[in-house]
């Protein structure tokens, strides 16, 4: 089990003035929320790449726990289902970054270990 601290960042799907928003929770110290705009695909893109990058920045350090928060009145089913599906290919992808990062890190020390003269 790791010993880093976990933020937890819950995603859930809502329907503002009929625009489809997915929402980003991250519970770390800054608690920020990103709002992402379904209905307009390049603002989306910009969102969805914005709030990947903050949770890359995250996992250097912290371990990331991700949720889809259930909501059985969303009045859009395959909306719904299809950002339901993307939050749970989101936690493999997420896993395999951190597993990435944490590969690199661990390379960089040894590195700079075996670099330091006896």
Do not use: W
């Amino acid at each position: 089990m790791s010993s880093r601290e976990v933020v937890n960042v819950s995603f859930r799907v809502q329907d503002v003035d009929d625009t489809d928003i997915l929402e980003a929770v991250f519970d770390d110290e800054a608690h920020s929320v990103k709002q992402i705009n379904l209905n307009d695909d390049t603002q989306c893109q910009a969102d969805l790449k914005e709030t990947f990058l903050l949770m890359a920045q995250l996992m250097v350090d912290k371990d990331l726990e991700i949720t889809f928060i259930e909501s059985e009145d969303y009045p859009r089913e395959f909306i719904y289902a299809a950002m339901k599906a993307y939050v749970e290919d989101l936690k493999t992808e997420v896993a395999n970054v951190a597993g990435l990062i944490s590969a690199e890190l661990e390379e960089s020390k040894e590195a700079g270990n075996s670099a330091v003269p006896a």
